[in-house]
């Protein structure tokens, strides 16, 4: 005896759902961006990228050759975030500043030693490359802590300045180690996962109009609801796969810690998938090519998600013009959300107000979408 059948409604959706979903498995570039791409640009911007300066090259021009000098250069040499090259004449040093070579230039004076133990102020010079002002703003900080700390393990506190009444203890939470990848790969996967939901999506519809199938569907009895739930499923499992992908090797390969739910991560992320996959069908339901649709998605989705989430760059330091674009850009709230999942946990706090701004923002284009679909043929 059949079972009860299923509402036509459903069943056409369903049946156009299979239909989408076999054609991904037969277009190898369906695959390749959904599954072979993701891999490649999550170990570009977890290997390729990092704010942590570590082994920054820098010269030391040591014109005092007695022992406190000498001692000063092995301190620097010992710091993990210098790597020292040593002249006596800063003639010889400067040729590497100037090409890039060196990031900076530490110089001990001749009369160093003499005014350390006089008790007059013994200053050094740090010159360093203007052009590259976090990496000189980091030498110039730096060279003057080793130097502090070197100074007081030389000639101990009282030497030279009294204790201080308050000892601050700074603590980093969620990111002690200040791991700049910790960051980086959480936001990595919104990119990856904005690639996937505008990019392919954004070829699908316009897919149909240039190989002549949209006629065809617009000739059954289908609606434009089922038509586009039809093309939003299939991608949004695709979406959902690639986001296992990404989490595996954010764990595995990169070591990032992962202090939330499961849970957390699946509704978060499919919050984020509602507003990709609905800018995605609306760029391919109004350009109907798939060249012009690729390109609007690369320029709306891609770079928006790269350079205005926080991803890279701080949004508290964009101009107030920029940081109110942000606010419609659903990456925003995605990279926040993941970098709050794997750093701190399930903050349902920070949660729940970006997943709704993302759905807000994915029934926004989604009822374009609808509008812009035709409901028959012109």
């Keep these: 005896m059949n079972g009860p059948r299923l509402p036509a409604p459903l069943r056409r959706t369903l049946s156009l759902a299979r239909k989408e979903t076999f054609q991904i498995i037969r277009d190898p570039s369906s695959i390749l961006i959904a599954f072979i791409l993701p891999l490649i640009l999550l170990l570009l911007f977890g290997f390729g990228i990092s704010l942590d300066a570590n082994s920054i090259r820098i010269g030391m021009v040591v014109q005092d050759a007695r022992a406190d000098a000498r001692s000063l250069v092995q301190a620097f040499e010992a710091s993990e975030y210098f790597e020292i090259v040593t002249a006596f004449d800063q003639s010889a040093l400067e040729p590497g500043l100037v090409s890039g070579q060196l990031r900076g230039l530490v110089v001990i004076p001749p009369d160093f030693t003499e005014r350390l133990h006089r008790r007059d102020p013994a200053s050094i010079e740090v010159l360093t490359d203007g052009s590259q002002p976090n990496t000189a703003q980091f030498v110039a900080n730096y060279a003057q802590g080793v130097y502090a700390v070197w100074q007081t393990r030389q000639f101990g506190d009282a030497a030279f300045t009294p204790p201080p009444a308050i000892t601050p203890q700074p603590r980093f939470w969620f990111n002690a180690e200040l791991t700049s990848r910790y960051n980086l790969v959480p ?39 089922e038509l586009l739930l039809s093309k939003i499923v299939p991608y949004f499992i695709l979406g959902m796969s690639s986001l296992v992908l990404c989490t595996l090797a954010a764990v595995f390969v990169f070591d990032v810690p992962f202090r939330g739910s499961v849970l957390a991560l699946a509704a978060v992320a499919a919050a984020f998938l509602v507003p990709a996959l ?33 991803f890279i760059f701080e949004i508290s330091a964009m101009p107030l013009p920029i940081r109110t674009v942000t606010t419609v850009i659903p990456a925003r709230y995605f990279v926040t959300s993941l970098q709050t999942l794997f750093l701190a946990g399930d903050v349902w706090s920070v949660l729940l107000p970006a997943i709704a701004k993302m759905l807000a923002v994915g029934a926004f284009f989604l009822a374009l979408t609808w509008l812009a679909t035709p409901k028959r043929i012109a």
Excluded: H, Y
């Excluded at 505008?198 to 059954?220: D, K, N, Q, S, Y």
């Excluded at 800018?279 to 205005?308: D, E, H, R, W, Y």
């Design 187 to 225: 936001g990595s996967t919104a990119v990856v996962m904005t690639i996937i939901g505008t990019l392919l999506t954004a070829l699908v519809i316009a897919r149909e109009w240039e190989r002549g199938t949209m006629e065809a569907v617009l000739a059954t009895p289908v609606s434009r609801v």
């Design 278 to 310: 609905g800018q995605g069908l609306l760029i391919s339901a109004a350009t109907k090519n798939q060249f012009v649709a690729a390109q609007l998605a690369l320029f709306t989705g891609f770079l928006p998600a790269t350079l205005l989430s926080g």
